[in-house]
């Protein structure tokens, strides 16, 4: 047989730099990997993700029937046997409960369409129940940046960069969880840029800096507040910037009067002459770029937190023009466009808010379903629905989403979804948390179903099916198109295929008014949103002139400081942090059954500073329990100078190491405490 071999570009499934990926396919199977060397996003780079991610396609554990719950265990079933039990299920929850006993968890693993046709398909049954894991990672970025700047997103491109003359980390490991994207930082770096880095570990990122900051976990807002001090005693300000753009200066000044940094210091552990000089060096540089991440956003304190980061940003006027700017870097793939896709409790497409009459109408008229289907009322968020689980929330459908390795005390969790009177799943794989559900349907992976997806600085790009998905596993969007339709919605759910679903999208959101399908496959590079008709060729750097608010102003924000809601005592010595490894992948769904991965990073490890390592009398690679109030894992003794002497650090991918963290939530974004707990550790005296 004559051989047929053809190479697509697809997007990387797993972080949210987005490398193209360009898949080898023979005669309909993939066959390896090409670099994608004329790839603007990543010139042929990939990371260890990237490189492993095709086991994904043929792994042995994918799930490629649908299986249903029954009494002694689990049993196959036939596509329409799963999607007439799923539909009879939320028939008669509807019946019995209303819409607001329904929750959909969507994913920022699927593509744009689909979280489009998620969060559509829970608004048109009645109930903004709808949510994803951007609640757990970057909800904090929405409430702290939307408010003051009018959008809750990356202003530049990760290009830009290499074009700063500073770069100021902020809980961000740039080096380790988005490694393709630290090269621009790399060539700042040969350039002369200097590079603070403020993070309780000395994480490879903060390798190369001029500055480490070792600051303690969930203390950031007040090294940030000190050095707002600094800049406005020492008149480093950009005054101009700030009477022309901003509005709000005056309470800001007054709510750090006292920020001084003999005040930060010993709460920071950061010595005041540093503070000092992090402020002078992000403050004096002509361009400087402030790249954030879950060490920012992973708090109880996370909104103020962005908002101080945001004042940084406004009062110094690094913010507008390239090689300035603010970076929340994303972590999964899409939570971007999952968060534009309007798959958040309180919003609908394109940041509407849910409470907002015209934004209700305006869908209700678009989708064409009755008058008054929306509520009025925001829904509720992950957060909130894991707590409701079993009492007013009886159904959920997740999807991609794996709550029992993600969510905060997931001891809690795992009881809450066994209280359910129906659980659905749809995933690749029989995860942590679809080992509980009532039924699970067999989803496909990326480069088995097209779409669009938004990579971490709102560039949009095309990703096509390249091989069908195995077995009887589906795209998440047409299961859900087929689950609308059983439901009695399929006139508002008529689409033959995502291209038809993506010109609905720009037609109901503005940012993507000039993005279709056939433009992104003409345009590998992607486009950045807003892109406002068929000719605009994207926005790269936001706020050139105007910030996306009401008046067109930058609002500057007072900062409040709070108190941890946990900290080290005589019983919990330790403070406990988690992050993101190098080599795994949030709940390690995928990861976690990648051999070549495992390979290197095969267990749950706990990091520690030699000394006290020594006074635990723990030798290197010995199991030990991680024991906080709320649960406890084993984990292997990992000693390193990385991180200061009474902090401890677990990554977060391996079941139960969110076992030990808190859920008290920030009460803006409803984001967990991640970053910071307490605990103690043991030895482990019997296996
Ligand atoms: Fe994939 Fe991110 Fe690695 Fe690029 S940096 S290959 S997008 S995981």
């Not at 799943?425 to 509980?436: I, K, S």
């Not at 087929?482 to 439901?487: G, K, P, V, W, Y």
């Not at 995928?590 to 390592?613: C, F, G, I, K, Q």
């Not at 991918?653 to 859920?663: E, G, I, K, M, S």
Request: with cysteine; charged share 20%; proline share 7%.
């Amino acid at each position: 047989m004559k051989t047929l071999t053809t190479t697509a570009r697809t997007v990387c499934p797993y972080c949210a730099v987005g490398c193209h990926l360009d898949l080898v396919v023979e005669n309909g199977r993939v066959r390896g990997l090409d670099y994608a060397v004329n790839s603007p996003v990543n010139a042929g780079r990939l990371c260890a993700r990237g490189h492993a991610a095709l086991e994904i396609l043929t792994h042995p554990e994918r799930l490629t029937r649908p299986r249903q719950r029954a009494a002694y265990g689990w049993t196959t079933v036939s596509w329409n046997e799963a999607l007439d039990a799923a539909a009879e299920n939320i028939q008669r929850i509807l019946s019995s409960h209303g819409p607001q006993a329904l929750a959909f968890l969507t994913t920022a693993k699927g593509t744009n369409e689909e979280n489009y046709l998620i969060q559509k398909l829970a608004r048109t049954l009645g109930t903004h129940n709808v949510d994803h894991c951007a609640r757990l990672c970057h909800a904090s970025t929405l409430t702290g940046l939307g408010p003051m700047l009018g959008m809750g997103a990356a202003t530049n491109p990760l290009s830009d960069l290499a074009r700063s003359h500073c770069l100021f980390f902020v809980g961000s490991n740039l080096a380790e969880n988005h490694p393709v994207a630290f090269r621009w930082v790399q060539e700042a770096k040969d350039a002369g840029a200097k590079i603070v880095v403020a993070d309780p570990r000395r994480t490879p990122t903060a390798w190369i800096a001029d500055l480490y900051l070792p600051v303690r976990p969930g203390t950031d807002l007040a090294l940030l507040a000190a050095m707002l001090h600094v800049i406005f005693r020492d008149g480093l300000q950009n005054s101009p910037f700030m009477a022309q753009r901003t509005s709000g200066v005056e309470a800001l000044r007054a709510s750090v009067s006292r920020t001084d940094p003999s005040w930060a210091a010993p709460i920071t552990g950061v010595p005041a002459r540093d503070i000092v000089r992090a402020a002078h060096l992000y403050a004096k540089a002509p361009r400087a770029a402030l790249i954030y991440c879950m060490g920012v956003t992973q708090h109880a304190l996370g909104t103020e937190t962005v908002r101080a980061c945001a004042d940084l940003a406004l009062v110094t006027g690094h913010i507008g023009t390239q090689g300035t700017g603010l970076y929340p870097v994303r972590g999964q793939d899409n939570v971007q466009g999952a968060c534009d896709m309007g798959a958040l409790s309180g919003f609908l497409p394109g940041y509407r808010p849910v409470t907002d009459p015209q934004a209700r109408r305006f869908f209700e008229e678009a989708w064409g379903i009755p008058k008054g289907t929306l509520p009025a009322a925001s829904g509720l968020t992950v957060t909130d629905i894991e707590q409701e689980a079993g009492k007013s929330i009886r159904g959920v459908i997740a999807v991609g989403e794996n709550p029992l390795v993600t969510s905060p005390n997931t001891g809690r969790i795992r009881e809450a979804l066994q209280r359910l009177d129906f659980f659905m799943v749809m995933d690749l794989f029989l995860t942590e948390t679809a080992e509980l559900a009532h039924l699970v349907l067999p989803a496909a992976a990326w480069a088995e179903k097209s779409g669009s997806r938004t990579n971490t600085d709102r560039r949009v790009q095309w990703s096509p099916q390249v091989v069908p998905p195995p077995g009887q596993a589906h795209p998440d969007g047409q299961m859900v198109i087929e689950l609308a339709h059983r439901l009695g919605l399929g006139r508002y759910f008529s689409y033959d295929g995502p291209e038809a679903v993506l010109e609905e999208i720009r037609r109901v959101v503005p940012t993507y008014a000039g993005i279709t399908a056939q433009r992104l496959r003409a345009h590998h590079e992607g486009i950045p949103w807003p892109c406002l008709d068929d000719t605009h060729p994207g926005t790269p750097v936001l706020y050139e002139n105007r910030f996306a608010t009401e008046d067109g102003r930058a609002r500057l924000y007072p900062l409040e400081f709070g108190a941890l809601p946990e900290v080290p005592d005589a019983n919990y010595p330790y403070c406990l942090t988690t992050g993101r490894g190098k080599l795994h992948y949030n709940s390690g769904a995928m990861t976690r059954r990648t051999t070549s991965l495992m390979a290197r990073a095969p267990h749950l490890v706990v990091e520690l500073h030699p000394e006290d390592a020594e006074r635990e009398g723990f030798r290197p690679e010995e199991p030990v329990w991680v024991v906080s109030r709320r649960g406890t894992v084993k984990a292997r003794v990992h000693v390193t100078q990385a991180i200061r002497p009474g902090i401890v650090f677990l990554p977060f991918h391996f079941p139960d190491a969110n076992r030990l963290t808190q859920d008290v939530l920030d009460p803006w974004a409803k984001i967990p405490e991640y970053k910071s707990a307490s605990c103690r550790l043991e030895k482990v005296t019997r296996e």
